[in-house]
């Protein structure tokens, strides 16, 4: 059973930084692509970032291009999402996610597993 498990959410004020983690089990965590997703309140949920099973393939959205920094360690089986100079409307629930394909990693429809979220608010 597959299973992802973020942390390192919280409360930050603008221009701070957190950083996320996302473990994985369950399958061969090099094998898959993973995301990190974001969703406000009221709002749909919004891709933030993905980095191939190697790691040798990145992309941003363009919100957080140049603030954050997508990273994996496939000996750990995680994968982080690094966010630097944070702004209020960074804040929402991020959510991991595993999926098998390398097209549209931007398409939440191309991951099948999730993680639960966690919290992140950026205020002062």
């Known amino acids: 059973q597959v299973q992802l498990v973020e942390s390192g959410g919280g409360l930050v004020q603008p221009g701070g930084s957190l950083r996320l983690s996302c473990a994985a089990s369950?399958?061969?965590?090099?094998?898959?692509?993973m995301g990190w997703f974001r969703q406000a309140p009221g709002k749909e949920r919004e891709f933030v970032a993905s980095?191939?099973?190697?790691?040798?393939?990145?992309v941003y959205a363009d919100s957080v291009q140049g603030r954050f920094t997508i990273s994996r360690d496939n000996a750990k089986n995680t994968v982080y999402l690094q966010m630097f100079f944070l702004k209020p409307e960074d804040t929402a629930v991020y959510y991991c996610?595993?999926?098998?394909?390398?097209?549209?990693?931007?398409?939440?429809?191309?991951?099948?597993?999730w993680g639960q979220g966690t919290q992140v608010t950026v205020s002062s």
């Open positions: 996610a595993q999926g098998p394909s390398s097209t549209r990693t931007y398409n939440k429809e191309n991951y099948d597993y």
């Open positions: 369950g399958r061969s965590f090099s094998t898959y692509v």
């Open positions: 980095i191939y099973g190697s790691g040798g393939t990145i």
